[in-house]
């Protein structure tokens, strides 16, 4: 049998960060013989190149082409493709990595399917979250599923098909000229797939890179409108793919504060913007847009490079407020009643005007209204479709899963002005919530997405005042799982599901200790999440002072009942208290980091203790120690040893490396 797959990586330069990627491809347990690894190497200095020969050198499925240096992936990639011999290539960046198994299950969906393009689940720590995998289509269509948010090489494509069609990428070539080729591949393939289910590749940080030259961007642009040209016919599905370029390169650059700061610039990039916008982007396409945007391409037409400055200096890319009006349990489900609405410059609400049943949005003052048209900031049509989304997102993996979400809009008169508020309730069942699976392991976030009248923006969910909520819940499918509610110590809502044990249960909610002083006596009062029927094992809690002689003072902790639909008991210890120099078994001024120890070692707290003339008060772990991790596992004597001895941390990190490394010497 031939080869099936072609994985082919492009590096330059990444010293050991390309060591997971060379791993990730190595190590896929398809046969070796039927894929094969080309790494192409863009004239790199730092030693990777023979590196690189030498793991060629021991495994017959590896080839390393090098090549003078051309600062571009593009060339490289081309090459790559041209000595490919698989069936399929899949193309990777040096920071990239493969999920163990992706070739397989990427090459039996596309073989399945019939398709000339597959796209395997992507996760990344940057960026929009990838709304194209809220779940897997056997043939997807560039708009309906969202494979303009998907406009990176990484794909599984028939080399065949590229071949044929002649698809490759333009040397050199900036952003634009890499998304060209993806949608050359969108819009000539019979077949394009999705694969939803599993993550089968971790993007890596980009490589670091010069501004883009905007003549080249300008060039690049109409080079993707002529390809756009080329395969659709005029009308809504063209309309719609210019006005995403129209948005995210040509328009959004007028908002940040680097076109409001810098004037080097500034007139050559206005000018190429209003000859592309003259030539090939009319007003037609102004209602895909938001509307700064439209107000944007009104006044680029217009020709005044004065107000644009003007906009960019009075407004900012939107915020987002997500409040927490209320969560609790229904059953296995968490229930979380949400607030969101658009913050404006300077974190004030989003404000519009009521003109009868329409409603308006508000330029800033400084904005000369005679130059933008008629109905250029009715929003009405907008405001109907505006809604909110809520997904998690695995702290460790970077998967995303969307939930569902009931919500609807509220006008909130303000003075003369209108707020849009948009009030929802999302459901998170962890049984479920992975496309109809259950949610892994770990630690999840909680991300809220907004779609308003103005714009749109996301942020996370925020700890509201008063009493937290700490009840933890055991789901019971597909197996009993322990499913906790917890805030980071920004104070974003998460939750955690399997704590490794019961004292890390505690830890993750024990921003909510409290402090009760009593006949000379500080206890010390801890939510519990959930207790054990066997009420949980005997627990001490440990504190030791962060300065001066080191002294550590141990006192026994007791579980009690907690508050019904709150949290399902507290822990509770009574710590002695000495205003004066302590003795070995009392509290003493200063501050003191918490831990609790029972019979498999001990897990750090969230939170410290300061005592100052006579006052014992709680403050943050992070405050007393900013480097202390917080607040998922457990610390070691290496990990007390590393906060102490300089130097110890950076050991430990080439240990790791070390440990890691896909050549040994």
């Not at 690049?220 to 809504?236: C, V």
């Not at 003109?355 to 904005?367: H, S, T």
Request: charged share 25%; proline share 7%.
């Amino acid at each position: 049998m031939g080869v099936k797959v072609s994985v082919i990586v492009s590096v330059h330069n990444p010293g050991d960060r390309a060591d997971a990627c060379i791993r990730s491809v190595l190590e896929q347990p398809m046969p070796a013989d039927e894929y094969e690894v080309i790494i192409v190497d863009d004239g790199s200095t730092d030693g990777i190149a023979e590196r690189l020969d030498t793991v060629a050198a021991l495994r017959s499925n590896v080839r390393v082409l090098h090549l003078p240096h051309t600062g571009s992936p593009m060339r490289g990639r081309n090459v790559g493709l041209a000595a490919a011999k698989g069936t399929y290539v899949y193309l990777l960046d040096q920071y990239d990595r493969l999920a163990r198994g992706a070739i397989v299950r990427m090459y039996d969906r596309a073989v399945e399917t019939d398709a000339d393009v597959l796209i395997g689940r992507l996760v990344s720590d940057v960026g929009q979250p990838m709304t194209a995998f809220e779940s897997s289509a056997e043939r997807a269509d560039i708009l309906r599923d969202r494979l303009l948010t998907l406009l990176t090489p990484h794909k599984l494509l028939r080399r065949s098909f590229l071949e044929q069609h002649g698809i490759g990428f333009p040397v050199p070539g900036g952003r634009v000229a890499e998304q060209t080729f993806s949608v050359r591949a969108y819009l000539l393939a019979k077949v394009v797939a999705v694969l939803a289910e599993e993550v089968c590749c971790h993007l890596g940080a980009p490589a670091e890179a010069g501004e883009e030259d905007p003549k080249a961007v300008a060039a690049e642009l109409r080079e993707l409108f002529a390809a756009i040209d080329a395969h659709t016919e005029e009308g809504r599905q063209r309309d719609r793919m210019y006005a995403h370029w129209f948005r995210t390169t040509v328009l959004r650059p007028f908002l940040t504060p680097r076109f409001a700061g810098s004037s080097v610039d500034r007139g050559m990039h206005f000018t190429l913007a209003r000859d592309l916008v003259l030539a090939h982007l009319p007003e037609r396409l102004d209602r895909h847009l938001p509307v700064q945007l439209r107000v944007v391409a009104a006044l680029i037409r217009a020709g005044r490079l004065d107000q644009l400055i003007t906009l960019a200096n009075a407004s900012r890319r939107a915020g987002l407020r997500a409040d927490l009006r209320e969560m609790g349990w229904d059953s296995d489900v968490l229930v979380l009643g949400l607030s969101v609405e658009v913050l404006a410059d300077g974190g004030e609400p989003a404000r519009f005007r009521a003109e009868g049943d329409k409603l308006l949005w508000c330029p800033p003052r400084a904005i000369d209204l005679d130059l933008l048209p008629p109905g250029i900031t009715d929003v009405t049509s907008a405001v109907e479709r505006a809604r909110v989304e809520v997904y998690v997102r695995h702290a460790g993996t970077g998967v995303i899963h969307f939930l569902p979400v009931d919500f609807h809009v509220e006008r909130v008169p303000d003075g003369n002005d209108i707020r849009l508020i948009i009030a929802g309730e999302a459901r998170l069942d962890v049984s479920t919530a992975a496309l109809g699976e259950p949610l892994a392991s770990g630690q999840w976030e909680v991300h809220v997405r907004m779609y308003g009248g103005a714009d749109q923006a996301r942020t996370r969910v925020s700890r509201p005042e008063g009493p937290l909520n700490c009840l933890g819940v055991l789901a019971q499918h597909p197996r009993r799982r322990l499913v906790v509610p917890c805030w980071s110590d920004a104070g974003e809502l998460g939750l955690v599901i399997e704590p490794r044990s019961f004292c890390e249960s505690i830890a993750l909610v024990s921003p909510g200790a409290d402090l009760k002083r009593k006949d000379g006596h500080v206890y010390v009062v801890l939510p519990v999440p959930y207790v054990p029927p066997s009420g949980g094992p005997p627990i001490e809690l440990v504190l030791r002072n962060t300065a001066g002689p080191p002294r550590e003072l141990v006192v026994p902790a007791l579980v009690e009942p907690g508050m019904r639909g709150r949290m399902a008991g507290q822990l509770v210890a009574k710590v002695p208290v000495k205003r004066l120099a302590p003795g070995r078994d009392a509290l003493g001024p200063g501050a003191w980091m918490s831990w609790l120890r029972d019979e498999d070692g001990e897990t750090g707290l969230r939170f410290g203790l300061e005592m100052r003339h006579g006052r014992v008060a709680v403050c943050a772990s992070t405050e007393i120690d900013p480097e202390r991790q917080s607040p998922y596992g457990h610390d070691s004597a290496l990990v007390r040893l590393a906060r102490r001895v300089p130097g110890a941390r950076h050991l430990a990190r080439l240990a790791r490396a070390g440990k890691h490394r896909y050549l040994r010497d």
